[in-house]
Protein backbone atom coordinates (compact mmCIF):
# COMPACT_ATOMS: atom_id res chain seq x y z
CA UNK A 1 0.00 0.00 0.00
CA UNK A 2 1.04 3.91 -0.29
CA UNK A 3 2.55 4.86 2.43
CA UNK A 4 5.25 7.13 4.16
CA UNK A 5 7.34 6.32 6.93
CA UNK A 6 8.86 8.80 8.99
CA UNK A 7 12.39 8.78 10.83
CA UNK A 8 11.89 8.67 14.66
CA UNK A 9 12.06 11.47 17.06
CA UNK A 10 14.60 14.17 18.07
CA UNK A 11 15.95 16.25 20.79
CA UNK A 12 18.00 18.81 20.14
CA UNK A 13 19.74 21.95 21.56
CA UNK A 14 18.93 25.12 20.65
CA UNK A 15 21.27 26.34 17.62
CA UNK A 16 21.65 22.71 16.69
CA UNK A 17 20.35 21.14 13.29
CA UNK A 18 17.95 18.44 12.68
CA UNK A 19 17.63 16.24 10.29
CA UNK A 20 14.04 14.33 9.16
CA UNK A 21 13.47 11.39 6.86
CA UNK A 22 10.45 10.21 4.73
CA UNK A 23 10.83 6.94 3.12
CA UNK A 24 7.83 6.12 0.37
CA UNK A 25 6.59 3.11 -0.39
CA UNK A 26 4.00 1.71 -2.86
CA UNK A 27 4.20 4.12 -5.55
CA UNK A 28 6.80 5.90 -8.05
CA UNK A 29 8.54 8.21 -5.64
CA UNK A 30 9.48 10.59 -9.12
CA UNK A 31 5.75 10.79 -10.30
CA UNK A 32 4.81 13.05 -7.02
CA UNK A 33 6.07 16.37 -5.42
CA UNK A 34 6.71 16.35 -1.54
CA UNK A 35 5.37 18.24 1.10
CA UNK A 36 6.49 18.97 4.72
CA UNK A 37 4.50 20.28 6.92
CA UNK A 38 5.06 21.51 10.78
CA UNK A 39 2.60 21.83 13.80
CA UNK A 40 3.56 23.38 16.99
CA UNK A 41 2.33 21.65 20.12
CA UNK A 42 -2.00 22.84 20.23
CA UNK A 43 -1.02 25.20 17.07
CA UNK A 44 -2.38 24.62 13.37
CA UNK A 45 -0.84 23.22 10.35
CA UNK A 46 2.39 24.80 9.32
CA UNK A 47 3.25 24.47 5.59
CA UNK A 48 7.13 24.12 5.69
CA UNK A 49 7.92 24.19 1.95
CA UNK A 50 8.07 21.26 -1.13
CA UNK A 51 10.54 19.38 -2.75
CA UNK A 52 9.91 18.01 -7.01
CA UNK A 53 11.47 14.11 -6.29
CA UNK A 54 12.00 13.92 -9.75
CA UNK A 55 14.20 17.03 -10.32
CA UNK A 56 15.13 18.12 -6.80
CA UNK A 57 14.16 21.42 -7.29
CA UNK A 58 12.35 22.38 -4.12
CA UNK A 59 10.69 26.19 -2.86
CA UNK A 60 10.48 26.87 0.41
CA UNK A 61 8.12 28.79 2.59
CA UNK A 62 9.90 32.62 3.15
CA UNK A 63 9.47 31.85 6.87
CA UNK A 64 12.09 29.52 7.03
CA UNK A 65 14.71 30.22 4.22
CA UNK A 66 17.89 29.79 4.82
CA UNK A 67 17.44 27.68 7.72
CA UNK A 68 15.82 24.39 5.61
CA UNK A 69 16.91 22.32 3.18
CA UNK A 70 14.84 19.60 1.05
CA UNK A 71 16.73 17.08 -0.32
CA UNK A 72 15.61 13.38 -1.64
CA UNK A 73 17.59 9.86 -2.43
CA UNK A 74 15.67 8.91 -5.49
CA UNK A 75 17.88 5.39 -5.14
CA UNK A 76 16.08 4.66 -1.64
CA UNK A 77 12.62 6.32 -2.51
CA UNK A 78 13.39 9.00 0.52
CA UNK A 79 13.02 12.71 0.90
CA UNK A 80 15.03 14.72 3.78
CA UNK A 81 14.20 17.32 5.63
CA UNK A 82 16.72 19.40 7.74
CA UNK A 83 16.49 22.81 9.50
CA UNK A 84 19.15 24.25 10.96
CA UNK A 85 19.82 26.89 13.72
CA UNK A 86 16.97 25.70 15.59
CA UNK A 87 14.77 27.33 18.48
CA UNK A 88 12.89 26.15 20.82
CA UNK A 89 10.00 27.32 19.24
CA UNK A 90 10.67 24.98 16.21
CA UNK A 91 9.62 22.28 18.68
CA UNK A 92 6.91 20.52 16.82
CA UNK A 93 6.06 17.45 14.85
CA UNK A 94 7.11 17.62 11.35
CA UNK A 95 5.25 15.58 8.15
CA UNK A 96 5.70 14.56 5.11
CA UNK A 97 3.01 14.95 2.69
CA UNK A 98 2.72 13.58 -1.11
CA UNK A 99 0.70 16.00 -3.60
CA UNK A 100 -2.53 14.76 -5.22
CA UNK A 101 -0.98 15.75 -8.47
CA UNK A 102 0.54 13.19 -10.85
CA UNK A 103 3.54 14.98 -12.02
CA UNK A 104 2.89 18.47 -10.56
CA UNK A 105 1.77 20.65 -8.13
CA UNK A 106 -1.24 21.13 -6.65
CA UNK A 107 -1.57 21.81 -3.29
CA UNK A 108 -3.34 19.32 -1.91
CA UNK A 109 -1.68 16.11 0.49
CA UNK A 110 -3.28 12.97 -0.19
CA UNK A 111 -1.17 10.28 1.79
CA UNK A 112 1.09 11.86 5.13
CA UNK A 113 3.89 10.53 7.12
CA UNK A 114 3.16 9.55 11.20
CA UNK A 115 5.02 12.47 11.95
CA UNK A 116 7.88 13.24 13.86
CA UNK A 117 8.54 15.24 16.66
CA UNK A 118 10.83 17.84 17.41
CA UNK A 119 11.64 18.95 20.73
CA UNK A 120 14.24 21.28 21.08
CA UNK A 121 15.22 22.32 24.85
CA UNK A 122 18.50 23.34 26.43
CA UNK B 1 -2.29 35.25 11.73
CA UNK B 2 -3.08 32.05 9.39
CA UNK B 3 -3.33 33.28 6.06
CA UNK B 4 -7.13 31.55 5.40
CA UNK B 5 -9.72 32.26 7.93
CA UNK B 6 -12.00 29.28 9.69
CA UNK B 7 -14.08 29.67 12.62
CA UNK B 8 -12.45 28.35 16.03
CA UNK B 9 -15.12 25.93 16.53
CA UNK B 10 -18.26 24.79 15.75
CA UNK B 11 -21.05 22.24 17.20
CA UNK B 12 -23.72 19.74 16.42
CA UNK B 13 -25.53 17.08 17.60
CA UNK B 14 -25.71 13.68 15.71
CA UNK B 15 -27.57 13.43 12.67
CA UNK B 16 -27.60 17.21 12.20
CA UNK B 17 -25.39 18.93 9.88
CA UNK B 18 -22.70 21.83 10.30
CA UNK B 19 -20.56 23.93 7.97
CA UNK B 20 -17.22 25.04 8.40
CA UNK B 21 -16.44 28.05 6.26
CA UNK B 22 -12.66 29.19 5.07
CA UNK B 23 -11.95 32.89 3.78
CA UNK B 24 -9.12 33.65 2.37
CA UNK B 25 -8.69 36.09 -0.95
CA UNK B 26 -8.47 36.37 -5.02
CA UNK B 27 -5.10 35.13 -4.49
CA UNK B 28 -5.49 31.81 -3.27
CA UNK B 29 -9.47 30.79 -2.24
CA UNK B 30 -11.38 32.72 -4.92
CA UNK B 31 -8.18 32.40 -7.69
CA UNK B 32 -7.59 28.41 -7.60
CA UNK B 33 -10.12 25.39 -7.69
CA UNK B 34 -7.46 24.20 -5.29
CA UNK B 35 -8.98 24.48 -1.83
CA UNK B 36 -8.60 21.08 0.26
CA UNK B 37 -10.01 19.97 3.63
CA UNK B 38 -8.22 17.55 6.20
CA UNK B 39 -9.07 16.21 9.07
CA UNK B 40 -7.24 15.50 12.23
CA UNK B 41 -7.94 13.81 15.54
CA UNK B 42 -6.20 13.83 18.16
CA UNK B 43 -1.85 12.50 18.29
CA UNK B 44 -3.03 11.46 14.43
CA UNK B 45 -1.69 13.26 11.08
CA UNK B 46 -4.14 14.99 8.96
CA UNK B 47 -6.10 12.93 6.43
CA UNK B 48 -7.85 14.24 3.06
CA UNK B 49 -11.18 14.39 2.84
CA UNK B 50 -11.75 17.02 -0.14
CA UNK B 51 -9.65 18.44 -2.77
CA UNK B 52 -10.11 20.46 -5.64
CA UNK B 53 -12.99 22.24 -3.81
CA UNK B 54 -15.65 19.36 -4.02
CA UNK B 55 -14.00 16.16 -4.47
CA UNK B 56 -13.46 13.08 -2.28
CA UNK B 57 -11.20 10.56 -2.24
CA UNK B 58 -11.69 7.12 -2.25
CA UNK B 59 -12.70 5.48 0.70
CA UNK B 60 -14.09 9.31 2.40
CA UNK B 61 -17.85 9.20 3.30
CA UNK B 62 -20.50 10.93 1.09
CA UNK B 63 -21.44 12.75 4.23
CA UNK B 64 -18.82 15.00 3.64
CA UNK B 65 -19.02 17.77 0.91
CA UNK B 66 -17.31 20.78 -0.65
CA UNK B 67 -17.92 23.91 -1.91
CA UNK B 68 -16.42 27.68 -3.01
CA UNK B 69 -18.34 30.77 -3.45
CA UNK B 70 -15.90 33.83 -4.22
CA UNK B 71 -13.49 33.88 -1.82
CA UNK B 72 -14.62 31.92 0.92
CA UNK B 73 -14.96 28.21 0.57
CA UNK B 74 -17.16 25.52 2.68
CA UNK B 75 -17.04 22.26 4.52
CA UNK B 76 -20.31 20.79 4.95
CA UNK B 77 -20.52 17.24 7.56
CA UNK B 78 -23.99 15.46 7.15
CA UNK B 79 -25.87 12.99 9.47
CA UNK B 80 -23.00 14.06 12.09
CA UNK B 81 -21.44 10.80 13.88
CA UNK B 82 -19.30 10.55 17.25
CA UNK B 83 -16.08 9.79 14.71
CA UNK B 84 -16.50 13.07 13.05
CA UNK B 85 -15.17 15.06 16.36
CA UNK B 86 -11.76 16.56 15.33
CA UNK B 87 -10.00 19.39 13.67
CA UNK B 88 -10.62 20.36 10.39
CA UNK B 89 -8.37 22.49 8.20
CA UNK B 90 -8.61 24.26 5.10
CA UNK B 91 -5.73 25.07 2.40
CA UNK B 92 -5.65 26.23 -1.08
CA UNK B 93 -3.14 26.57 -3.27
CA UNK B 94 -1.50 30.47 -3.33
CA UNK B 95 -0.53 32.40 -6.24
CA UNK B 96 1.93 33.88 -3.64
CA UNK B 97 5.67 32.69 -3.14
CA UNK B 98 4.14 30.50 -0.56
CA UNK B 99 2.53 28.11 -2.82
CA UNK B 100 0.39 26.64 -0.43
CA UNK B 101 -1.51 27.98 3.18
CA UNK B 102 -4.04 26.44 5.76
CA UNK B 103 -6.81 27.92 7.41
CA UNK B 104 -5.84 28.02 11.14
CA UNK B 105 -8.56 25.23 11.80
CA UNK B 106 -11.71 24.69 13.05
CA UNK B 107 -12.53 22.28 16.22
CA UNK B 108 -15.27 20.18 15.58
CA UNK B 109 -17.44 19.24 18.76
CA UNK B 110 -20.41 16.64 18.50
CA UNK B 111 -22.80 17.45 21.19
Known amino acids: QVQLVQSGAEVKKPGASVKVSCKASGYTFTGYYMHWVRQAPGQGLEWMGW????????NYAQKFQGRVTMTRDTSISTAYMELSRLRSDDTAVYYC???????????????WGQGTTVTVSS | QSALTQPASVSGSPGQSITISCTGTSSDVGGYNYVSWYQQHPGKAPKLMIY???NRPSGVSNRFSGSKSGNTASLTISGLQAEDEADYYCSSYTSSSTYVVFGGGTKLTVL
Open chain 1, 51 to 58: INPNSGGT
Open chain 1, 97 to 111: ARDVGVGFLEGSMDV
Open chain 2, 52 to 54: EVS
